[in-house]
């Protein structure tokens, strides 16, 4: 389930973090925030949206890889997706991006995911408000 309601303002990662953690919507206070594997769900079904920028948003997926133009890795580093045009990217923590918190789990094995929901139902329109 996706939230889906007014949205913050942008804010960097640690309190996009923190504010899905605290969210307490929809009868619901288990949120978090999205991998990028559940943020590239929510692009592919961004019409179903009912409050959806067209804009970056945070995944809770840190980036492993380095930067070609810095020397080291860095924890810093977190995935995020555009949902203008699907692009996905890594973005230093300490940027601003837009935040949709969720409350199920993807789990991805080889080429495929699947999702852990609540009622073992995987159909996206049903979990979204």
Same mark, same amino acid.
């Given at each position: 389930?996706?939230? &889906?309601? /007014?949205?913050?303002?942008?804010?960097?990662? &640690?309190?996009?973090? !923190? @504010?899905?953690? /605290?969210?307490? $919507?929809?009868?619901?206070?288990?949120?978090r925030?999205?991998?990028?594997?559940?943020?590239?769900?929510?692009?592919?079904?961004?019409?179903?949206?009912? =409050?959806?920028?067209?804009d970056? @948003?945070?995944? *809770?997926?840190? *980036?492993?890889?380095?930067?070609? $133009?810095? *020397?080291? !890795? @860095?924890? !810093?580093?977190?995935?995020?997706?555009?949902?203008?045009?699907?692009v +996905? =990217?890594?973005?230093?923590?300490?940027?601003?991006s837009?935040?949709r918190?969720?409350?199920?789990?993807?789990?991805?094995?080889?080429?495929g995911?699947?999702?852990? @929901? /609540?009622? +073992?139902? /995987?159909?996206?329109?049903?979990?979204?408000?």
């Open positions: 389930m996706f939230q &889906d309601a /007014d949205l913050p303002k942008q804010m960097n990662w &640690d309190n996009a973090m !923190s @504010y899905c953690e /605290d969210l307490n $919507f929809a009868g619901f206070s288990d949120w925030l999205p991998t990028i594997e559940e943020l590239w769900i929510a692009y592919q079904h961004k019409r179903e949206f009912r =409050n959806m920028q067209k970056w @948003y945070w995944s *809770s997926t840190i *980036s492993t890889t380095t930067d070609l $133009f810095i *020397s080291e !890795s @860095y924890t !810093s580093f977190s995935r995020g997706l555009n949902f203008y045009d699907g +996905g =990217n890594g973005n230093y923590q300490i940027y601003n837009f935040v918190c969720v409350r199920w789990r993807l789990l991805c094995l080889g080429s995911c699947v999702g852990n @929901y /609540d009622h +073992g139902y /995987d159909d996206f329109d049903r979990y979204v408000r």
